[in-house]
């Protein structure tokens, strides 16, 4: 069993062996060699990590730091098996992010003819876990003019989405079956023909057959240990890992955090950060929640997956167009946001009148007109077989009344908040988003998951100033 890291940490990884005291040598073909007197760390120009020494107790601390850094241990290195002699046109199929807690998965699929790979041999394409950020990102420019929008399909699952699969599906295997499947049938729905795709082998082999369809079924599917070995999975996992950095780029750039990684004690230190600005449920916007630092981070309190895929349609067509992953993600994602933040804010609201009005905060802390509008909902509602507190009937025009009123701004709210206009103008921006992601109306920008992350921040950090954390139901 050797270890994998990728080219971009191999600086942090010399800073850390620093910091326990090693010291370091030259040697052809490798980063370099860190030395103590029991312990010996070869780190090669392939991201390949050897050990030896007989400390076999610091050696686990490293390879620890190692995996919170995306270090993964690998069986074989692909050298070690022999060479994949395909030929002729074939799709390839690759992922990158199943061992990251934080970020999509992206699974990407490749469409080449001998042309085509010759071509692609000049640019000396290999897999994308031997190259570094810069020459991915180059690479993947240069495969994507090569290709044509006809050969390549990249299916990047949000966290969200991929959280919500995991629990329809209960297993990251099917996961990864179902996507591998739909890339491949959306590359063969281009009309090129192609009677051969490879993929690396993966748990049992029927996950990614038995997901195939109609055009799928007709083909030859080989799964094998390594499968980077040929070109056209090469290839994929370099356009995989592309827009695996892109999103994570996109994640950190909208949450303002630098999310790391792999799933070690890094990837604990953010996540524990993420909750106390966003909440514990937001969580699944930005994370696998099924890996275990959930609840290492939460503290053991358990993160709700809301919502379900139950339609078959989900299963059997993917948006092609990236505009349209990006608005269904966007709602997904965006609901979940404003869900969770409602949750606490109603709590928020109800123990700020109760803590100035006492029992009969309702009454006096509510104007008529909106315990109207509440009480018949919840009227409503127990029709419907469901009892709804009084405070669980509002919604976010109601919060703004309630909060807006000018003696309860005076000698409660102003106390939280400080800015009356500042706060409604938050609390306008969020319904807006809310409306119509609940109503599916116009489409969403970029931008504007930014400006409500903003409002949600910034509404949360002043309720936070006023209560403990356990109030939100995350722990101190």
Not at 1 to 11: F, G, N, R, W, Y
Not at 273 to 279: A, I, S, T
Not at 335 to 359: H, P, V
Not at 423 to 430: A, E, K, N, P, S
Request: glycine share 8%; hydrophobic share 35%; net charge neutral.
């Amino acid at each position: 069993m050797t270890i994998q890291i990728p080219l971009e940490s191999v600086e942090i990884l010399k800073e850390y062996l620093e910091k326990r005291g090693f010291n370091f040598e030259d040697r052809p073909h490798q980063f370099f060699l860190a030395r103590k007197p029991d312990v010996v760390v070869n780190v090669y120009k392939t991201g390949k990590i050897v050990f030896g020494g007989k400390d076999h107790a610091e050696i686990e601390e490293i390879k620890k730091f190692l995996k919170s850094i995306g270090a993964e241990e690998v069986e074989k290195d692909s050298k070690d098996y022999p060479p994949l002699s395909l030929k002729g046109p074939r799709i390839g199929t690759d992922e990158v992010g199943k061992g990251d807690y934080f970020g999509p998965l992206v699974i990407a699929g490749v469409l080449i003819d001998e042309k085509i790979e010759e071509e692609l041999k000049r640019l000396k394409v290999k897999d994308s876990k031997s190259l570094s950020e810069t020459t991915i990102r180059s690479l993947a420019h240069d495969i994507r003019s090569i290709l044509g929008k006809e050969r390549y399909e990249i299916l990047w699952i949000s966290p969200i989405k991929y959280n919500l699969l995991h629990k329809k599906l209960g297993n990251v295997n099917k996961i990864l079956g179902w996507a591998h499947a739909r890339v491949i049938e959306n590359l063969l729905g281009n009309g090129i023909e192609c009677n051969l795709a490879i993929a690396d082998q993966f748990g049992d082999p029927g996950y990614i057959k038995n997901a195939l369809m109609e055009k799928g079924r007709k083909i030859e599917l080989i799964q094998v240990p390594k499968a980077e070995r040929d070109i056209a999975v090469a290839t994929a996992s370099i356009l995989a890992r592309d827009k695996f950095l892109w999103k994570m780029e996109d994640l950190s750039e909208t949450y303002k955090l630098d999310f790391p990684r792999g799933a070690g004690e890094k990837v604990d230190e953010v996540g524990r950060e993420f909750v106390k600005l966003y909440g514990v449920n937001t969580l699944q916007n930005v994370a696998k929640i099924h890996f275990s630092n959930t609840l290492r981070i939460t503290g053991g309190v358990n993160v709700e997956v809301k919502g379900d895929i139950d339609s078959e349609m989900y299963f059997t067509t993917v948006p092609k167009e990236e505009s349209l992953k990006f608005q269904e993600e966007f709602k997904l994602e965006c609901f979940n946001l404003i869900s969770s933040f409602e949750q606490e804010l109603r709590a928020f609201i109800e123990s700020k009148l109760r803590e100035y009005y006492g029992d009969n905060w309702w009454n006096e802390g509510v104007s008529e007109e909106v315990r109207k509008k509440a009480e018949k909902r919840i009227v409503q509602e127990r029709r419907k077989g469901r009892n709804v507190k009084q405070i669980d009937a509002l919604d976010f025009s109601h919060y703004e009344i309630i909060i807006g009123n000018s003696k309860n701004w005076k000698e409660i709210f102003s106390k939280v908040f400080r800015d009356k206009n500042t706060t409604i103008g938050y609390l306008r921006t969020i319904k807006d988003i809310r409306d119509r992601v609940a109503h599916s109306r116009c489409d969403f920008t970029p931008e504007e998951k930014i400006q409500l992350i903003g409002a949600i921040s910034y509404l949360r950090n002043m309720m936070l100033g006023q209560s403990t954390l356990d109030s939100f139901g995350i722990g101190e």
